[in-house]
């Protein structure tokens, strides 16, 4: 790889990061005093995957941890399990990325869906199963509503703004050789 390239993953990969401690710095942002009838879509999922399909060698797999752990920290919740979770399935996305890559934007929403929906059920039910307090099944089920449907706009401002795209024949060379 050349340097140039080596210097533009380093590059993206700290905008990653960047965009990541924007997310958590608005979520832990005290905007309300009181609890609220409705849950914000989850933007970390939506942009974790979105970037997972578009190039996963912008977000290695350490990295990745280490800034959903520190999200479990910051929003309070079980150290490390919504980390794993959302961890293996962005690790699944960026094994079939290569068929994502030929594929639609539809075919991209459901696989994405299903491992959204897949990662929200594991978490709702190691909360059951070690009885910890959850929130209303209505409130996760919105969340996980809105996070599904964000997600094309997660995608248009991914590829649109900050102009992480697919790889394509032409991208050997950032790709390591593989694409």
């Known amino acids: 790889m050349s340097e140039q390239s080596q210097f533009h993953v380093w590059v993206m990969r700290a ?5 990541v401690l924007v997310i958590l710095f ?8 009181q609890p609220g009838q409705w849950a914000p879509p989850d933007l970390l ?19 990745l ?9 910051l ?8 980390a794993a979770l959302v961890l293996m399935a962005s690790e699944n996305l960026k094994g079939r990325a290569r068929a994502l890559r030929a594929s639609t934007l539809v075919a991209e929403l459901v696989t994405v869906a299903m491992l959204m929906v897949a990662v929200a059920v594991a978490y709702r ?5 070690m009885l910890i307090d959850t929130a209303p099944m209505g409130l996760s089920l919105l969340q996980l509503g809105l996070t599904i449907l964000s997600y094309p706009l997660v995608v248009l401002v991914t590829h649109s703004i900050m102009r992480v795209r697919k790889t ?12």
């Open 15 to 19: 905008a990653f990061c960047l965009l």
């Open 26 to 33: 608005f979520q832990i942002l005290p905007l309300q005093t």
């Open 168 to 179: 394509g024949p032409g991208d050997l060379e950032t790709a390591g050789g593989r694409i």
């Open 45 to 63: 999922i939506g942009f974790v995957f979105a970037w997972s399909v578009r190039r996963p060698e912008y977000v290695p797999p350490l990295m």
């Open 75 to 82: 929003l309070q919740r079980p150290p490390g399990l919504y």
């Open 125 to 129: 039910l190691v909360h059951k199963v």
């Open 65 to 73: 941890a280490v800034l959903l752990m520190l999200a479990d920290l």
